[in-house]
């Protein structure tokens, strides 16, 4: 057995499949096989099954996985070591919901690529509630994400909040109304709306049931399956919708209000495989993403899954 065996082995899990490690890993599909074979001849266990195109790992592959990720990132950790820091180099495999996704993350890895020029980034932006999920997979070293896991398989703190607020376009009905709306305004403004059961509009509907408004009461004018079509329509001064002050603050032309009595904030997490052996160029990303105190909102607490 050797750490080459065991590389493949990985990748045969992380990418589901002989063919597809294969490409991956610059390999050729016997190859892979021959090196799976011998691995569980070896060890006299069968660590893998087939199921349909997908390989999954069998009881004792799921052993044999958990030391091999442990031994893969001792052996980059003991190898970075002798190296000097600023050699920092590989692929960081980070998945992001929206929010932190566009208007946190990008910022983050530029400064991070300034001082690490050498390490590059697989950065995808998927749905809150799969985040953790792919995490858990290994198909990603970090996930950022609005959901709050009880799960003693990865780690996470709060490293941003956002602020659930109403952005329209400066003209009126606009500019005639208050800053801070009562239920009466919400019932009466033009608004554009996310249909998709996305965290942002699972408050917003929150937002209107907590003011004893009913959906239908609502003067929808735009109705949109994704959310930048949403936020492309306030843009163009199609109306009102609720939205992530960070996209407000990225466009200062636009009108921002707060609704009466009511103070929604969203924490975001940084979600990582709880191994005590990260490589060093994750553990250094780490360190540029500094944990903040969540903060809950009146109205829902965090978005949780077990």
């Known amino acids: 057995m050797n750490i080459r065996q065991m590389e493949i082995f990985v990748n045969v899990v992380k990418y589901k499949n002989f063919s597809n490690a294969a490409k991956k890993m610059y390999l050729s599909q016997p190859a892979i096989s021959s090196s799976i074979d011998l691995l569980e001849k070896e060890l006299g266990k069968k ?13 004792s592959g799921e052993v044999f996985y958990d030391g091999a990720l442990s031994i893969l990132g001792l052996t980059e950790q003991t190898v970075q070591k002798v190296k000097d820091c600023t050699s920092l180099s590989g692929t960081i495999r980070i998945a992001s919901s929206y929010i932190p996704g566009a208007f946190y993350i990008p910022e983050i890895i530029g400064k991070f690529r300034g001082l690490y020029p050498n390490v590059i980034f697989d950065f995808s932006i998927i749905s809150s509630k799969d985040v953790v999920k792919e995490v ?98 306030v843009l163009f001064n199609t109306g009102a919708t609720v939205a992530s002050s960070f996209f407000i603050e990225r466009y200062p032309s636009l009108l921002l209000f707060e609704i009466e ?31 903040i105190e969540p903060k809950s909102s009146n109205i829902m607490g965090e978005l949780k899954m077990i």
């Open 136 to 233: 858990l997979n290994s198909q990603f070293d970090l996930g950022i994400t609005g959901t709050l896991v009880n799960n003693k398989q990865v780690n996470q703190y709060c490293v941003l909040r956002d602020k659930i607020c109403i952005a329209a376009p400066p003209i009126k009905p606009f500019l005639d109304l208050p800053k801070v709306l009562n239920a009466e305004h919400l019932r009466s403004i033009p608004l554009v709306v996310n249909a998709l059961n996305t965290p942002t509009q699972t408050l917003a509907e929150m937002i209107f049931l907590e003011k004893g408004i009913d959906l239908s009461e609502l003067n929808v004018v735009c109705e949109t399956n994704d959310s930048k079509v949403a936020a492309e329509a």
């Open 261 to 291: 009595g009511i103070d929604i904030c969203r924490n975001f997490y940084a979600t990582y495989p709880n191994n005590n052996v990260l490589t060093p160029r994750l553990l250094e990303f780490l360190n540029h993403l500094p944990p």
């Open 47 to 59: 660590l893998l099954i087939q199921q349909g195109r997908t390989m999954k790992l069998t009881t």
